[in-house]
């Protein structure tokens, strides 16, 4: 079907890399009907990058319809329109009205919630970003630039749950572009600074791990307010110190983050997730069983969960 719309622009809301993010209307120019209330429009001079991440969202979508399709629904933000011109390219997106992750945990830093609550929500973010990754990579996409401002906070209309939606695939890589192949690797620079893994800094070849390594650093963020450092090339013995119990499925040396697991957290859970993304994020299984223990850590305190996701909501602001 053909459709003339009219993008009406209301508010201004951020500068992206190589454009300018702007709040608007969708409506038809034929009939004037608003089409799509609140949408982020996104006018973005690298024409190709905004084509591409329009490609990817087509690819996933289209992969996820064979095993789980309501995981795209729940978590990316499908394009609704895009426009090119010889110089521009606009293309308009359903709006995440709590923001960025790095806003929400802003916000989180300077509101009160006890020890727990502040726990509960980080542990339900490092769950959906789990979740999110697996469901990703399972299908063959490598986003390359996971940060804390490409991950987008939306309330689940059936669950009143903050959700973290995945945002900006303009770096993203298809593994499966070349004969179906998953081992695929990568060089040079993608992700941000601060949220690079250690090959991508080095230079060396890279793949599905770098993004488990940025995800790593947001959830970091959300639970110390600060940058991730590393202590690298430690023995099995210092690796047991910080908190991880269970066998090793690599030889060393390891690493393990310089600052310690919190007392008052569950040190099984955290220090399982730091060891498996800083040493072990290449094994399937190992990345299983972060992920299961993640999910059941969440479902035995769901109570909790949401009575801390209510209470930093009421905090959040809406734009
Ligand atoms: N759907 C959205 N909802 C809310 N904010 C968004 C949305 N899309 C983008 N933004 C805001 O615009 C910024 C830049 O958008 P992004 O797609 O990441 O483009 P860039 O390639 O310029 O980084 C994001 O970091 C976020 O602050
Ligand atoms: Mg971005």
């Known amino acids: 079907m053909h459709i003339n719309i009219n993008i009406e622009i209301e508010q201004y809301l951020t500068k992206g890399s190589f454009g300018h993010i702007y709040l608007g209307n969708v409506s038809s120019n034929d009939t004037n009907d608003l089409l799509y209330n609140k949408v982020v429009v996104k006018v973005d001079k690298n024409i190709s990058s905004v084509v591409w991440e329009c490609y990817i969202h087509t690819l996933l ?19 609704i329109c895009l426009i090119l011109y010889s110089n521009v390219s606009v293309m308009c997106m359903e709006y995440a009205v709590y923001g960025t992750l790095h806003d929400t945990i802003i916000e989180l ?28 990579h399972q299908h063959g996409i490598i986003h390359s630039d996971i940060k804390t401002n490409n991950w987008v906070v939306k309330k689940d209309q059936e669950t009143s749950k903050l959700l973290l939606m995945l945002i900006d695939f303009g770096k993203a890589k298809d593994v499966l572009v070349s004969s179906g192949q998953t081992n695929i690797i990568y060089t040079g620079s993608s992700s941000a600074r601060g949220f690079k893994c250690p090959a991508m800094i080095e230079g060396s070849p890279w793949s599905f791990e770098a993004d488990y390594y940025s995800a790593l650093v947001c959830i970091h963020q959300s639970l110390y307010y600060q940058p991730m450092s590393t202590i690298t090339r430690v023995t099995i013995d210092e690796v047991k110190r910080f908190g991880y119990t269970s066998d090793a499925r690599i030889a060393g040396p390891y690493v393990i983050p310089t600052t310690s697991i919190k007392r008052y957290w569950n040190r099984e859970v955290w220090s399982t997730l730091y060891y498996t993304l800083l040493n072990e994020s290449s094994i399937p299984s190992a990345l299983q069983t972060v992920t299961q223990m993640l999910q059941a850590s969440v479902s035995l305190q769901a109570a909790g969960v949401i009575e801390a996701l209510r209470i930093l909501t009421n905090y959040l602001q809406k734009i």
């Open 61 to 79: 979508k289209h992969r996820s319809i064979a095993t789980d399709s309501s995981m795209y629904a729940r978590h990316y933000l499908e394009p």
């Open 109 to 136: 830093s300077k509101q009160k919630l006890s020890v727990k609550e502040h726990e509960l929500v980080c542990l339900h973010f490092a769950n959906d970003m789990m979740q999110v990754l697996g469901h990703l």
